[in-house]
């Protein structure tokens, strides 16, 4: 008799047999949460305006201004943002699986919001400053005169504590990634489009080592033909059935 495999069924089986399960996320699986992803038309205020253009150092330094107005529309909108059913999947599925690391290029805290523990932040957080003369991460002093925020400490301008275009991945970040890909024996690339890199590169790194590429996404992707299994459709919605999948066959294995 032969068994017809659907690709989400392939995916709940990769996983089962996982020692390392290393995840990597993008913007799309907090598009559920109502944050717009970075290929999704920038609304209102900033639709005229590309995030390549505005997420750079060379911008910040011609007008700090614009781009702390940038910034604060943004925090406004992760702070009323929600986990969604992706993000809490992801945190119940390091619970089934042996080992999970999961490096987001995310900067909008809801994996830890969900639940999720030890999560890399590739591209740093949206949510804290960093003073821009000490490189440290701090408080903002009450009596900004310029109406910028200004180091607690020093006095000097804050920015945010997040990686722009050009500059290097946090080199914590960048190793931790590295050698959890190295690693793994499931990779999973969930909401990327896969085109920034280092992060990009991290599907790669996995698969030279042998790994099994799951892919979750709306839309197919540079990585899609690297992938052995590639599940298009909403995050929210697929990694939940994949964990009652898992859920279901430990059961079984259970005799429950
Ligand atoms: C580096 C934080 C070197 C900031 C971000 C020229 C000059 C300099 C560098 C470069 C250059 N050319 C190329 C580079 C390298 C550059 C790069 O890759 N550029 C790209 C544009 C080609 N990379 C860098 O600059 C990196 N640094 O190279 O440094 C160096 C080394 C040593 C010393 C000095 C320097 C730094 C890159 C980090 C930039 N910072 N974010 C902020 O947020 O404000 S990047 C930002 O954009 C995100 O973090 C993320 O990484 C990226 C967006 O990508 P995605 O997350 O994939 O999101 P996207 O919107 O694109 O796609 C969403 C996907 O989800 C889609 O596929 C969609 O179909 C899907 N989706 C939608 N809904 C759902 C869904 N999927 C599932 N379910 C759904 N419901």
Redesign the pocket.
């Known amino acids: 008799m032969t068994f017809i495999s659907t690709p989400l069924a392939i995916a709940v089986s990769a996983l089962r047999a996982a020692r390392h399960v290393c995840v990597l ?5 907090s ?2 949460s109502g944050v717009p ?4 038309a920038q609304t209102g205020l900033w639709a005229k305006f590309r ?2 253009d ?2 750079t150092p060379e911008a910040f330094a011609r007008d700090p201004r614009r781009i702390w107005e940038w ?1 604060e529309w ?1 925090r406004e909108l992760v702070r009323g943002a929600q986990p969604n059913a ?1 993000h809490r999947a992801l945190a119940e599925l390091a619970r089934i699986v042996p080992r999970l690391t999961l490096v987001t ?3 909008d805290s809801l994996h830890q919001r969900a639940g999720s523990e030890g999560v890399i932040e ?3 957080n ?1 949510l804290r400053d960093r003073c821009t003369a000490e490189g440290i991460v701090t408080d903002r002093s009450p009596l900004s005169v310029t109406g910028l925020p200004e180091c607690a400490r020093c006095g000097e301008l804050l920015r ?1 504590d ?8 946090p080199r914590s970040a960048l190793l931790q990634a590295d050698v959890a890909a190295a690693d793994s024996d499931v990779f999973m690339a ?11 590169g991290l599907a790669e790194r996995a698969l030279r080592s042998g790994a099994k590429i799951i892919e ?4 197919s ?1 540079e990585l899609t033909p690297l992938a052995d299994v590639a599940l298009q ?4 919605q ?1 990694l939940p059935q994949i964990v009652a999948g898992l859920r279901e066959q430990r059961g079984q294995r259970a005799g429950l």
């Open positions: 996320t993008g913007a799309g699986i598009a559920e992803t970075f290929r999704d995030p390549e505005l997420a910034y943004r992706g290029q995310n900067v590739y591209h740093g949206i945010p997040v990686v722009w275009f050009g500059e290097a991945i969930i909401g990327t489009a896969a085109v920034v890199y280092p992060a990009a979750i996404n709306t839309e992707t459709g909403p995050s929210g697929l």
